[in-house]
């Protein structure tokens, strides 16, 4: 697997209205996007600084991956994303190197790239998303 470049940093909020500004009008970086990922049970909000985005995650319900964050963490940084060349390349070598990663083939992200998740105990506690892009 090649790793490209960080693609995003995934920030968990409690509310885009209110903390979304912060990024769009005080940091003013360019809005690339809004999006539901129904299958996430969250709503994507994308900044591009055009080295790497800001990818804000406003949780659809208390019982979705970022509702259960944001109620055992708090708002925060919930992820770093890597761009890689080949996802499911990516994924057996993981594998081969008995990595946990969270599903066995890439599922539909945002922007439509094909992403996996890797537990934060096999990374040295953060959670590390692959992204290829479409
Ligand atoms: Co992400």
Redo the contacts with the bound molecule.
């Keep these: 697997m090649k790793i490209l470049g960080i693609?995003?940093i995934?920030i968990a909020v409690n509310s885009l209205d209110k903390d979304a500004p912060f990024w769009k009008h005080i940091l003013k970086i360019s809005h690339s996007g809004k999006e539901v990922i129904e299958d996430q049970g969250v709503t994507?909000d994308i900044y591009d600084t055009g080295k790497g985005k800001v990818?804000l995650?406003e949780s659809m319900g208390a019982d979705t991956p970022i509702g259960k964050f944001l109620e055992n963490r708090g708002a925060g940084i919930?992820?770093v994303?890597f761009e890689v060349d080949n996802i499911s390349e990516a994924i057996k070598e993981l594998k081969e190197s008995n990595i946990q990663v969270l599903s066995d083939e890439s599922t539909g992200?945002?922007e439509g790239y094909k992403?996996v998740f890797i537990h934060p105990k096999s990374t040295g506690g953060v959670l590390v998303?692959l992204?290829e892009k479409p």
């Design positions: 693609e995003h995934g994507t990818e995650l919930h992820h994303c992200g945002a992403v998303e992204a």
